[in-house]
């Protein structure tokens, strides 16, 4: 069958006669194989794809989690918590005010950041942190001291 269009005319319904596959029978070529690593089961995330995401919605917190920094500011404690498996970083605030903030920085720059509710306590979304030497917590209380984790 010869079909004739504004495009010009194609061959359609096998090989036209001249020895050559159909598209639609040839073989379909093999994949490229991914680079994304293979997460642990209850992991939802790694490197960029964990910004801005909650570390415990994602499975980045409890055993693939581990404090790399801390500060005292005030009477409040600021840590990096990094999760390696999920290459991101986050900050925590504990014995904070109501109203305090704590915020993460990668590579000097503030990613995301959070404030202290009722609860005393608060942590930050994740930022894309494969290096947690790159990571650094601070945090601004409302009594108006400020302060920082150091490198791990």
């Given at each position: 069958?010869?079909?004739?269009?504004?495009?010009?005319?194609?061959?359609?319904?096998?090989?036209?006669g001249?020895?050559?596959?159909?598209?639609?029978?040839?073989?379909?070529?093999?994949?490229?194989?991914?680079?994304?690593?293979?997460?642990?089961?209850?992991?939802?995330?790694?490197?960029?794809?964990?910004?801005?995401q909650?570390?415990?919605?994602?499975g980045?917190?409890?055993?693939?989690?581990?404090?790399?920094?801390?500060?005292?500011?005030?009477?409040?404690v600021?840590?990096?918590?990094?999760?390696?498996?999920?290459?991101?970083?986050?900050?925590?605030?504990?014995?904070?005010a109501?109203?305090?903030?704590?915020?993460?920085?990668?590579?000097?720059?503030?990613?995301?950041?959070?404030?202290?509710?009722?609860?005393?306590d608060?942590?930050?979304?994740?930022?894309?942190?494969?290096?947690?030497?790159?990571a650094?917590a601070?945090?601004?209380?409302?009594?108006?001291?400020?302060?920082?984790?150091?490198?791990?």
């Amino acid at each position: 069958m010869l079909i004739v269009g504004a495009g010009g005319w194609f061959l359609v319904n096998g090989d036209g006669g001249d020895g050559r596959e159909d598209r639609a029978t040839r073989s379909p070529s093999t994949a490229p194989a991914t680079t994304a690593p293979e997460l642990p089961a209850g992991v939802k995330c790694n490197g960029a794809d964990c910004a801005g995401q909650d570390p415990e919605i994602m499975g980045c917190g409890g055993e693939y989690a581990k404090t790399v920094s801390t500060a005292t500011v005030g009477t409040a404690v600021i840590e990096v918590r990094h999760s390696q498996v999920c290459g991101a970083a986050w900050a925590r605030i504990t014995k904070a005010a109501v109203g305090d903030a704590v915020r993460i920085a990668v590579g000097g720059k503030v990613q995301e950041s959070a404030l202290v509710n009722a609860d005393k306590d608060a942590y930050t979304p994740m930022a894309a942190a494969p290096d947690p030497a790159d990571a650094k917590a601070c945090a601004t209380l409302t009594t108006g001291s400020e302060g920082c984790t150091t490198a791990p």
